[in-house]
């Protein structure tokens, strides 16, 4: 089950987001779901070679360098108390000219009732900029993800990738480095 959603944010930071914008929450950093007696941090983590969205056992702070400023602070999203069903992730070319391979751009956390999408988006001046991007949109609307062609809705228009296992995924890696 679902316990606490955990941001980290300056007190300052209006509305759960660090970014205004019309589409969800825009953070400069991960985010912790508790769930039963385990922490997961999620977060961009722009690493070489790894790049777009993790998923690390353990506590943000561990993983993320969190400002002095920022707190710990609760998020009531509608998932907390229930169950995780599934969890997806969609996946990206990297960008980069002579790069190969695939990245995270997606994770979409499934309950019987409700979703949370987290996305590397970055939102600047209230718009959606860019897919490839250090800061992390939250999204908890299934409307505001076809909008946008997030996850199952980017398969098609959006260059979004969703592979059944591993070695789907590692057998079409393959077929770039060759």
Sequence with gaps: ???????YLEPTAIEF???LNTFGKSLFNGIEIKVGNTYLSIGCRFIDPYYGLA?????????????EEKSPTLFNSNIIGQTIKSVDIY??????SGAVGFYPQEFVIRTDKDLLLLSSFEVNGGEVNTTFTDEM???????????????EYGIENNKREWFKN???LYETDNRYWL
Aim: glycine share 4%; charged share 30%.
């Design 166 to 168: 591993f070695d789907e």
């Design 91 to 96: 996946w990206m070319k990297i960008p980069w």
């Design 137 to 151: 949109l939250v999204i908890e609307d299934e409307v505001v993800a076809k909008q946008l062609k997030l996850g």
């Design 55 to 67: 998923i690390s056992e353990g506590r943000l702070p561990e993983f993320e360098y969190i400002k």
């Design 17 to 19: 987001t660090e970014q």
């Design 1 to 7: 089950m679902i316990e606490p959603i955990i941001f």
